[in-house]
């Protein structure tokens, strides 16, 4: 179902967009549960190093995954805006350790570039691209656009890994 944004756009569905590094994803915001501040997890032996461990949520363990491991990429570094973005995936939840929450987007299935024709490691983790206007610090959205890579939280395959650290 389409609804309108201020512009009169249709509106399609809604992505919280993030940071890891400097590269900007979004996921579906039906997707997600919460977001929480970052804390240390409880440590799990013998799962892969992506998954930093476990911790409760209202009474409920929660696996807590280094996206940017996950991905291939340099562990994030914690600062004080790190995060957890708590998400549902085929009925089971999963915090991802992200770098930065940085916005609610509308957008339009128009919009959504599929990813492109190259060899990656894992095909489908990239479902789509879109660019959205980047918001400044103000809360004003700027001038430039930016590109956000939107993921398919079920092609990252984490399925058996959560049912191992939950």
């Known amino acids: 179902m389409n609804t309108e944004d201020k512009s009169?756009?249709?509106?399609?569905?809604?992505?919280?967009?993030?940071?890891?590094?400097?590269?900007?994803?979004?996921?579906?915001?039906?997707?997600?549960?919460?977001?929480?501040?970052?804390?240390?997890?409880?440590?799990?032996?013998?799962?892969?190093s992506f998954i930093k461990g476990v911790t409760n949520l209202r009474g409920n363990v929660v696996p807590v995954v280094g996206l940017a491991e996950r991905l291939g990429w340099e562990p994030s570094a914690i600062h004080p805006r790190s995060c957890i973005l708590v998400v549902s995936i085929g009925g089971k939840h999963a915090g991802f350790l992200v770098d930065e929450v940085t916005d609610i987007v509308n957008i339009g299935s128009q919009e959504?570039?599929?990813?492109?024709?190259?060899?990656?490691?894992?095909?489908?983790?990239?479902?789509?691209?879109v660019r959205i206007a980047a918001r400044g610090t103000d809360?004003?959205?700027?001038?430039?656009?930016?590109?956000v890579l939107l993921l398919d939280l079920d092609a990252l395959s984490l399925t058996s890994h959560l049912d191992l650290a939950a």
Do not use: Y
């Not at 993030?18 to 799990?44: A, C, D, N, V």
């Not at 959504?112 to 691209?129: C, K, S, T």
């Not at 004003?140 to 590109?147: A, G, L, Y």
């Open 112 to 129: 959504v570039q599929p990813a492109p024709d190259v060899e990656i490691g894992e095909p489908h983790v990239i479902h789509g691209l």
């Open 8 to 48: 009169g756009d249709a509106v399609d569905r809604k992505i919280v967009t993030f940071t890891l590094g400097k590269q900007m994803f979004g996921i579906e915001m039906g997707s997600l549960i919460e977001i929480r501040e970052w804390e240390e997890p409880t440590p799990i032996p013998t799962v892969p």
């Open 139 to 147: 809360g004003s959205k700027r001038e430039h656009m930016q590109m």
